[in-house]
């Protein structure tokens, strides 16, 4: 069944909540860019999350009605009804970003990739 957009903006709201999404790409707009590659590349980055938390969002969507996204509340417990059975593996990749956020000196594109890295492999088991 088709959702509504209202509806499934607030699904795809607490996905981004719940993987921390908007952190990641505001970190990535954040990382200064000598050169045009430089820029690309982040540019591709901030766009892998934005695909990465969609494909999250629509596998939330399958495994919900879409009454779950008549409110931000309804919303996130869907979300965290989808993450119950795959609490683990999300635990360890928000722990692999909060190792690598707290390791210092800010966020690099390094850094970021390796971060997008697992939050790539729970979006891809997703799909």
Same mark, same amino acid.
């Given at each position: 069944a088709k959702w509504s957009a209202p509806a499934m903006a607030r699904l795809y709201h607490q996905v981004g909540a719940a993987f921390d999404?908007?952190?990641?790409?505001?970190? $990535?707009?954040?990382?200064p860019s000598a050169d045009h590659f430089d820029r690309l590349a982040v540019r591709r980055l901030i766009e892998d999350l934005m695909n990465e938390q969609? #494909?999250?969002?629509?596998a939330v969507a399958r495994a919900s009605k =879409?009454? #779950?996204?008549?409110?931000?509340?309804?919303? =996130?417990?869907? #979300?965290? $009804?989808w993450i119950g059975p795959r609490q683990s593996v999300v635990e360890g990749v928000? $722990?692999? #970003?909060? =190792?690598? =956020?707290?390791?210092?000196?800010g966020w690099t594109f390094a850094k970021l990739t390796i971060a997008n890295s697992s939050i790539r492999e729970i979006a891809a088991s997703a799909r």
């Open positions: 999404f908007d952190r990641l790409r505001a970190a $990535a707009g954040s990382i969609v #494909v999250l969002t629509r =879409e009454s #779950v996204g008549a409110s931000e509340a309804a919303a =996130e417990a869907a #979300v965290d $009804a928000r $722990a692999s #970003v909060d =190792e690598i =956020e707290q390791s210092g000196a």
